[in-house]
T-cell receptor, first 117, second 113 residues
Framework: AQTVTQSQPEMSVQEAETVTLSCTYD???????LFWYKQPPSRQMILVIR??????QNATENRFSVNFQKAAKSFSLKISDSQLGDAAMYFC??????????????FGKGTHLIIQP | NAGVTQTPKFQVLKTGQSMTLQCAQD?????MSWYRQDPGMGLRLIHY???????DQGEVPNGYNVSRSTTEDFPLRLLSAAPSQTSVYFC????????????FGNGTRLTVT
């Protein structure tokens, strides 16, 4: 079974600075998708960014970017120019290849990001 | 466009009671699923469905039942609530295909006393 590991239960960063959240995963598949979701105190799950495993180029969405290292099975999230509204739990997730079973996501345990004003 | 709608938002049950968490989506998504979120555990898949009439178990299915009679609705039933089922429950939907992200409802906080 696939596993997703987020080794940082909590991270803290000063407003306007850059922070990187770590994520590693374990899979024997070569084609899959990876996601970062944000969960603010409102409890809503918000998609931040996604990466296709067969694409070499790292995904970016405004201030959010990933460092995808397929051989190392690493998928870190970089948040630039951190803002108070970025404070939330961040979950890394792996989506299984289609077919052969559940088509859902496997989540890491999350990283609680604190933004210091 | 409502997206994924979950009801209720909060619920308190006594041990042994049964209840149904409702989930509806209006995006014509084939795939729907239920997760539970517990502190320090991330989200874990309970049950999922790839289309009307088709359901299957996820990682933590015990004590839960689901059905999918229509594309839009995917209710989760707790047959006999236990304190271990105290959790936040999320319903999600997506199109088939790995590229599509999951769209989540706003969650139901369930407490079993």
């Amino acid at each position: 079974a696939q596993t997703v590991t987020q080794s940082q239960p909590e991270m803290s960063v000063q407003e306007a600075e850059t922070v990187t959240l770590s994520c590693t995963y374990d899979t024997s598949e070569s084609d899959y998708y990876l996601f970062w979701y944000k969960q603010p105190p409102s409890r809503q799950m918000i998609l931040v960014i996604r990466q296709e495993a067969y694409k070499q180029q790292n995904a970016t969405e405004n201030r959010f970017s990933v460092n995808f290292q397929k051989a190392a099975k690493s998928f870190s999230l970089k948040i630039s120019d951190s803002q108070l509204g970025d404070a939330a739990m961040y979950f890394c997730a792996y989506r299984r290849p289609a077919g052969g079973g559940a088509d859902g996501l496997t989540f890491g345990k999350g990283t609680h990001l604190i933004i210091q004003p | 466009n409502a997206g994924v709608t979950q009801t209720p938002k909060f619920q308190v049950l006594k041990t042994g009671q049964s209840m149904t968490l409702q989930c509806a989506q209006d995006m014509n998504h084939e795939y729907m699923s239920w997760y539970r979120q517990d502190p320090g555990m991330g989200l874990r898949l309970i049950h999922y469905s790839v289309g009307a009439g088709i359901t299957d178990q996820g990682e933590v299915p015990n004590g839960y039942n689901v059905s999918r009679s229509t594309t839009e609705d995917f209710p989760l039933r707790l047959l006999s609530a236990a304190p271990s089922q105290t959790s936040v429950y999320f319903c999600a939907s997506t199109r088939q295909g790995r590229r599509s992200p999951l769209h989540f409802g706003n969650g139901t906080r369930l407490t079993v006393t």
